[in-house]
């Protein structure tokens, strides 16, 4: 059985998500990019030059994608950002983007890990 990622096409100005072809599993065959500028109305209407692609592998950001409000690509890194519903506002906000939530706790468990250690080194007097 074929798992295939999302393909994240976007304009390459403003970073805007122009297609988002989901995640597939079964018996799919994935598309290659030419095939997706035939396939999407939205993709069909542009300048080739002017959108950018992000391959995701199956399953990844599978969590920031259930819990987010939006989703964009930052045109300056390439990289996508995510904006998360404020549950304790009650009046639509505007956006705020930011770096993958599960990218975040990653980099926060290996602080902490490098911390501890750290601190396991200074007890033992190994500083």
Same mark, same amino acid.
């Given at each position: 059985?074929?798992?295939?990622?999302?393909?994240?096409?976007?304009?390459?100005?403003?970073?805007?998500?122009?297609?988002?072809?989901?995640?597939?599993?079964?018996?799919?065959?994935?598309?290659?990019?030419?095939?997706?500028?035939?396939?999407?109305?939205?993709?069909? #209407?542009?300048?080739?030059?002017?959108?950018?692609?992000?391959?995701?592998?199956?399953?990844?950001?599978?969590?920031?994608?259930?819990?987010?409000?939006?989703?964009?690509?930052?045109?300056?890194?390439? #990289?996508?950002?995510?904006?998360?519903?404020?549950?304790? #506002?009650?009046?639509?906000?505007?956006?705020?983007?930011?770096?993958?939530?599960?990218? +975040?706790? +990653? +980099?926060?468990?290996?602080?902490?890990?490098?911390?501890?250690?750290?601190?396991?080194?200074?007890?033992?007097?190994?500083?």
């Amino acid at each position: 059985m074929a798992k295939i990622g999302r393909k994240i096409y976007y304009d390459k100005q403003t970073g805007n998500i122009l297609v988002d072809t989901g995640e597939m599993a079964g018996f799919v065959t994935e598309t290659t990019i030419d095939q997706d500028f035939e396939m999407y109305a939205a993709l069909k #209407e542009r300048a080739r030059d002017t959108v950018g692609v992000i391959q995701l592998e199956f399953g990844q950001y599978a969590q920031d994608f259930a819990e987010c409000s939006g989703y964009r690509v930052n045109p300056q890194t390439l #990289e996508l950002e995510f904006s998360y519903p404020d549950p304790n #506002e009650t009046e639509p906000q505007e956006p705020v983007y930011r770096k993958p939530l599960s990218e +975040e706790l +990653e +980099e926060t468990k290996q602080a902490i890990a490098e911390l501890t250690l750290l601190l396991a080194q200074m007890q033992m007097g190994g500083m």
